[in-house]
């Protein structure tokens, strides 16, 4: 079945910027719709429209960043027919308008982020704890780690920070509730992917959803692994962990 989901996958890498359906993707499957969605979603973590919809939102994301299109144009290059609907979409998963997701990159970002409505924050707790790695050598890797609001990283992280030579982590300031951590390393031998320095990350870690209580420290163990091409795509870049620290840019998939 994990075949039948990777190829999958790898067409919705292919034409998400075409009008893609559950029957779509399910006779890519060769599977019938129902067997198709319970299985991608075990196999994922998500459903299907999700990981689509999160394929089209990362596209957009490096668009936005990295290149001068307009915001109309993006829209219909990852597969929106309507801007409305794209900026609605951007907005309601990634918690700004994708013109104030550009402003992160392009302006001052103190006034940017101040542009970005916050609800008010319930009690804060906070997420301790160390990153296991395959070869527990973590001298020539940064580590990425992140508490966000949904299994697909999105929206601004409630509390992030990057690790160099080290795999233990603490997280402060994460508001009561349940939360997910994402954790992302990449090798700093490996050359950047493009002009804004973005490196592939090979290792990867998912956890959640974690509870979180205000006033208490949450421990627990991240086991990163290699990232697989079922994984939802994760855009950590400068907007992704803004006040995190320098050269926050990486990217999978």
Known sequence: MTEAVERVVAYLYDQYDQPISLADMADVAFLSQFHFARTFREITGVSPGRFL????????KGLLLFTSHTVTDIS???GYNSL???TSRFT?????TPLQFRLLAEA???KALD?????????VGSLAGWLSLPNDDARSVRLYVGAFDNPIVQRLPASCTILEGRTSFQLDGVPEGEWYLAAAAVDLSDPPVNAQGARVARLVAREGPVKIVGGQTTMLQLTMRT?????PPLLLALPGLAGCGPQALVTVA
């Open 53 to 60: 919809s999160a394929i089209r939102l990362h596209r957009a």
């Open 76 to 78: 219909y290059m990852v």
């Open 84 to 86: 409305g609907t794209f």
């Open 92 to 96: 309601r998963s990634v918690g700004m």
């Open 108 to 110: 001052d970002m103190a």
């Open 115 to 123: 542009d970005v409505e916050r609800e008010e924050r319930p009690p």
């Open 227 to 231: 990232a697989r091409s079922t994984d």
